[in-house]
């Protein structure tokens, strides 16, 4: 069983940073692909950023550019660093778990809120 928890979260202005952890424990993150999702009120969930088993990263395109994921093997622990933060980033941030080539995720976080002022 894959467990993970997600931190970091907070209130931002426009312009400024925040830096989202989420600690796994039950499997090793450099073995799995890892994921970074949002969810705004009223909105579908949608995937933010992922990184594969051999550390290749993919975006959506409203992040590209600003956001970075990255994993940290010793600590279990993969990262979202989000910069120049824009109103629209306001959502809850889940990070998720999946055995790579299998579509089914193993675990998902208990989401930690982010919220970007104008």
């Known amino acids: 069983q894959v467990t993970l928890v997600e931190s970091g979260g907070g209130s931002a202005q426009a312009g400024g940073s925040l830096r989202l952890s989420c600690v796994t424990s039950?499997?090793?993150?450099?073995?799995?692909?890892m994921g970074w999702f949002r969810q705004a009120p009223g909105k579908q969930r949608e995937g933010v950023a992922h990184?594969?088993?051999?550390?290749?990263?993919t975006y959506a395109d409203s992040v590209k550019g600003r956001f970075t994921i990255s994993r940290d093997s010793a600590a279990n622990t993969v990262y979202l660093q989000m910069n120049s933060l824009k109103p629209e980033d306001t959502a809850t941030y889940y990070c998720?778990?999946?055995?790579?080539?299998?579509?089914?995720?193993?675990?998902w976080g208990q989401g930690t809120q982010v919220t970007v002022s104008s």
């Open positions: 039950g499997a090793p993150v450099s073995g799995l692909c």
């Open positions: 990184i594969v088993s051999v550390g290749a990263t």
């Open positions: 998720a778990a999946r055995r790579c080539g299998i579509s089914a995720y193993l675990g």
